[in-house]
Nanobody, 123 residues
């Protein structure tokens, strides 16, 4: 079992930045792909970014966030981060981190999920 706890959400004006954190209860760097998904009201959950098992592959981003968001992991802290820059109102959503045993997927077939953290971007 892997427990995931997100933090760092909040409200920001368009053009601003936030950094989300996802702390895992167990070491994930050698076995688990970590991903970030988001869900806006009335919309389906969508893939944002993912980072693979340490050293196996490059991070992967949704086109809508490429160049603005950066996913990274701190192996010693069992924590994954999502640095979000140049935020837009359409980035407003509940952001959830997830872990899966295996390679990167852009669909939500992940094994473990956090509770989510709200990000609100005002224009």
């Amino acid at each position: 079992q892997v427990q995931l706890v997100e933090s760092g959400g909040g409200s920001v004006q368009a053009g601003g930045s936030l950094r989300l954190s996802c702390a895992a209860s167990a070491r994930t760097s050698t076995s688990y792909t970590m991903g970030w998904f988001r869900q806006a009201p009335g919309k389906q959950r969508e893939f944002v970014a993912a980072i693979g098992i340490f050293g196996w592959s490059d991070p992967y981003y949704a086109d809508s966030v490429k160049g603005r968001f950066t996913i990274s992991r701190d192996i010693a802290k069992n924590t994954v981060y999502l640095q979000m820059n140049s935020l837009k109102p359409e980035d407003t959503a509940v952001y959830s981190c997830a872990a899966r045993f295996g390679s990167i997927l852009t669909t939500p077939e992940y094994d473990y999920w956090g509770q989510g953290t709200q990000v609100t971007v005002s224009s």
